[in-house]
């Protein structure tokens, strides 16, 4: 009996590209704007000169009572169209980062893929990680793109806290503000992000957790570290969170640059999630970073949660102050725990 006929297994060719490019973001906020002097008039009790002191946040854009993570998505992403003049059918993949789904299911990826108007062979994926997603985001962009399934990815950021967090907090209100960030991240010859490196501890997702609304039943749900004090769905062990990011974070910014042969004096900036100017002035003491080096801008729209980074760097962007051919280290930390950082070449 003849032996069988084994085809010859060639592997594909990646022909749309081998390296993924940070390319445009655009970026879409709340029409509604709540300031601390707003706050201070409903709520005269409240010390809002320290609470600003601490945090580094005037106001803040929150979604309205009907307004959804994609709603914000996809007006941020029809803006990046626009704005930039691309091509929604060149989309072939979507990825949407975010804690606040419009829904336990459907995907809310598919729900915007259909809202935008995108192909129906572009891929959709929705992911949970808030705070570091952008930097994990990026990651699975840079691995479609050098697999050479996508060409073209479309990374969402969408975040709606506000609708977790009850109007007497005075803790959580005054931090986080809604937003949502579309990046576009494309195909091309030489690589412009690498050093990847992540990192876990779900020991401490007791330190920011909405412990309802998941499959878990209520008797059995995670408990928040401490008492919680507010009424809010939300629960955030603040200094916890600080302890944890002063010691875990500079370790990871040390790890990515030996393991990539670069010194300190080699990065132009530390680009890192924009939780609290107090909890970013403590990194920069702790790394001994100049204030230009490791940029604050958040006052107008507070801790945004996984579209901090993406709305920094089109600020820095915006403003010039991002030179072509610097390396700078992006940064994210947060609710998981989890974090993640790399480099990239402007």
């Known amino acids: 009996m003849p032996e069988p006929v084994v085809p010859e297994l060639v592997a594909p060719t990646n022909r749309r590209g081998k ?31 320290l609470i600003e ?17 994609s709603d914000l998505a996809v007006k941020a992403a029809e803006k990046l169209f626009a704005e930039s003049d691309i091509d929604r059918d060149s989309i072939d993949f979507l990825l949407l980062c975010t804690q606040t789904p419009d829904y336990p299911l459907p995907t809310t ?17 929705d992911f949970n990680l808030g705070c570091s997603g952008f930097v994990y985001g990026l990651a699975v962009a840079d691995g479609l793109i050098q697999s050479g399934v996508a060409k073209n990815v479309l990374l969402l ?30 195909a ?63 370790r990871l910014v040390d790890e ?3 393991t990539n042969g670069l010194t300190d004096a080699e990065i132009d900036k530390y680009l890192m999630h924009q939780a609290t100017w107090k909890m970013l002035d403590q990194l920069r003491t702790r790394m001994g970073v100049a204030e230009d080096r490791l940029p604050i801008d958040m006052a107008d729209i507070g801790n945004t949660v996984s579209c901090t980074l993406p709305i920094l760097i089109q600020r820095l ?11 700078q280290m992006l940064v994210g930390f947060g609710v998981g725990l989890s974090w993640a950082g790399c480099l990239w070449k402007v």
Request: proline residues 5%; negative net charge; glycine residues 10%.
């Open 19 to 49: 390296h993924a490019n940070l390319g445009p973001i655009a970026v879409h906020l709340p029409e509604r704007i709540e300031s601390n002097d707003e706050l201070q008039k409903q709520f005269p009790r409240w010390d809002l000169s």
């Open 188 to 250: 091309g010859d030489e690589p412009t992000l690498w050093g990847f490196q992540f990192g876990s501890d779900g020991s401490g997702g007791d330190m920011l957790v909405v412990g309802d609304g998941g499959a878990r039943p209520a008797t059995d749900a995670i408990q928040p570290r401490h008492r919680k004090r507010w009424k809010s769905r939300l629960y955030m062990d603040g200094p916890s969170l600080i302890n944890f990011t002063v010691e875990a974070i500079p």
């Open 317 to 327: 962007r915006s403003r010039g102050e991002l030179a072509d051919g610097t390396t």
């Open 256 to 258: 990515i640059l030996e």
């Open 53 to 69: 002191e601490k945090t580094g946040i005037s106001q803040r854009h929150i979604a309205k009572p009907d307004e959804t993570a």
């Open 109 to 125: 990826s598919c729900l915007i893929q259909d809202r935008l108007g995108l192909s129906t062979r572009c891929g959709a994926l």
């Open 157 to 186: 950021t969408a975040e709606t806290y506000s609708k977790y967090i009850d109007d007497d907090d005075r803790s959580l209100r005054t931090i986080f503000g809604d937003g949502a960030a579309a990046t576009l991240i494309t």
